[in-house]
């Protein structure tokens, strides 16, 4: 027997002089990791392996990618794509998890070598999974990825149970919102420790622009209205303008962490949520609980807690008033004057903060809480619907609806097109990266494109879905059946329930010395000119110009 012979004797069931062309495959998981050195060592163990095998390294693929779903794993299809359609033989991989953390990928890979388009192997082990290799080999496979997928499981549950005493100690356990920072906590000595922080701020420049976004809210702006009026007057950092949209602000203003709550017994917290959760915190708040209260009613949000000390029906909510004075526009507070019999007399007087009023030695109006609610009360009676009109409006209504959602039918029909259209392009850009005729960077740039198209295609969509609905029927209705009986809901109703109707009706109440003005809320406001407008019918050429 020649040499040659016995060598070839002793090599291994799954070699292959004809071909011995290997791809290394290393993977990350995180971006913090693309700083570090661990492609770098899975590169060098692999080549080592390579060499010490007889195989041919051929080709590299590196990547940051989760391999925790296999849909999301675009990359490391790609390399396997790559791999089978040039012919490379041996994969190789640095240890089980760097192969996959999910079964789906495994049972791919299985069908592969088991057909014997490839040969697996794992350098820590030393395993090698190919066409001859025995159930057990396989069984075995299946252990190292369900404890690899089990490693992930039990490290995600400790770090949410670490995360969950960081909120039971007070501390919002990940990244804080706007205005405040994570601070280390330090040892005796003053330095840093590895594990802890507290949370810092708020800062000042954060405080300016919340209260300032506050007060605007307060005072009746829009939420475009704010985002202006805080840009105009440069109180957004710079490196929040490009973000500076109507819907940070209003996420902020809703956001809990910012507030002081009252705690039974014990004054006022600080509060946050996290998964789901409300805790109490150790940071410093930015808005009161008044202020907080307040804020939350011009959302449409009730406060949870108790009634405080006043008793005045339009001292906050939706339907405190405004001075209706151009130059003045400050806050109608509350003022009761109490006599020594103990009767409470419930007056309301302009704030005066700018002191446009003093200034000019204007004398302080008062002006009682039921004057306020008898002239408010002529809303009632400007939106109040005979049932023939409101009738009427239905009908108007339906025909309209009809004709807008064929319209709008199309619309979804060209959309759902166009995103077929979208997923059709990024398939054929994955081909390309599969085939190798673009490299990462340009993969990346082109996909991205594709998916901002999609997503502004999918936006336009749910826009023309949500149109299309009988929503805003329900909500036609509704306002229709409120016109009918608003004024049988007002009678015989308390003066907080009637207050509570008027909110809904009518929006910018204001005091003109003893006089209120306001302006009825959209839906109402078209409701009293069809009132007014006796002739009104549902056919529009019909209605008189």
């Known amino acids: 027997m020649t040499p040659t012979t016995r060598a070839r004797e002793h090599r291994p069931p799954w070699w292959d002089e004809r071909n011995t062309k290997a791809m290394l495959i290393a993977r990350i998981s995180d971006k913090k990791q693309m700083d570090g050195v661990s492609l770098d060592a899975q590169h060098h163990h692999q080549q080592e392996y390579a060499r010490a095998t007889g195989l041919v390294v051929v080709a590299t693929e590196a990547f940051q ?115 405040y920072m994570q601070q280390p906590v330090l040892d005796a000595n003053g330095r840093p420790k590895r594990r802890g922080s507290t949370v810092a701020g708020p800062s000042p420049e954060a405080v300016r622009l919340l209260r300032r976004e506050m007060g605007l809210r307060l005072s009746g702006h829009s939420l475009d209205l704010i985002r202006e009026t805080c840009l105009a007057e440069k109180l957004v950092p710079l490196a929040l303008i490009p973000h500076y949209r109507r819907s940070t602000i209003e996420k ?31 940071h410093e708040p930015v808005f009161t609980a008044d202020e907080w209260d307040d804020l939350g009613a011009t959302f449409g949000r009730r406060t949870a807690f108790t009634k405080r000390k006043h008793d005045g029906l339009f001292a906050q909510g939706a339907l405190t008033l405004a001075c209706a004075d151009p130059a003045c526009g400050c806050k109608i507070t ?115 494109r594709v998916r901002e198209e999609r997503d502004a295609l999918f936006d336009k969509l749910q826009a023309a879905e949500s149109e299309a609905d009988d929503a805003y029927l329900v909500t036609a209705d509704r306002v229709l059946e409120l016109a009918k009986n608003a004024k ?55 209605n008189p110009c």
Request: net charge positive; aromatic share 10%.
């Open 65 to 179: 990618e989760s391999a925790k779903t296999s849909k999301l794993r675009v990359q490391f299809h790609a390399a396997i794509a790559k791999a089978r359609r040039e012919g490379i033989r041996h994969l190789v991989f640095y240890v089980f998890d760097r192969i996959s953390r999910n079964f789906t990928d495994l049972e791919t890979l299985e069908e592969f070598i088991r057909a014997g388009d490839i040969v697996v192997h794992v350098d820590q082990g030393g395993n090698v999974l190919h066409k001859f290799s025995d159930d057990t080999a396989f069984f075995m496979a299946d252990i190292n990825i369900a404890q690899a997928k089990q490693d992930n499981r039990a490290r995600r549950t400790k770090t949410i149970d670490g995360m969950t005493q960081r909120c039971r100690n007070g501390w919002h356990p990940s990244r804080v919102p706007f205005g």
């Open 488 to 542: 049988l809901l007002w009678e015989g109703r308390s003066p907080g329930e009637q207050r509570d109707l008027l909110a809904r009706l009518v929006c910018n109440p204001r005091l003109d010395g003893r006089t209120v003005r306001y302006d009825l809320r959209k839906p109402f406001a078209v409701l009293a000119q069809m009132h007014g407008e006796g002739g009104w019918r549902p056919q529009g050429d019909s």
């Open 252 to 282: 902020r203003l809703k956001n809990v962490f910012y507030a002081a709550l009252p705690r039974p017994h014990d004054g006022y917290k600080s509060r946050f949520e996290w998964r789901g959760e409300q805790y109490e915190g150790k």
């Open 334 to 448: 509350y003022a009761p004057k109490m006599k020594p019999s103990g009767l409470t007399f419930h007056y309301y007087r302009c704030a005066d903060g700018k002191r446009v009023h003093r200034g000019r030695g204007e004398p302080q109006v008062n002006v009682r809480e039921e004057g306020i609610l008898q002239q408010l009360a002529g809303a009632v009676d400007a939106v109040t619907l005979t049932e023939d009109i409101a009738r009427s409006i239905a009908y108007a209504l339906n025909e309209t609806h009809r004709a807008a959602t064929a319209a709008k039918r199309e619309a979804v029909k060209l959309y759902r097109a166009q995103l077929a259209a979208l997923d059709d392009k990024e398939n054929r850009i994955v081909d390309l990266f599969a085939a190798g005729s673009i490299d990462a960077d340009l993969f990346k740039r082109q996909q991205a």
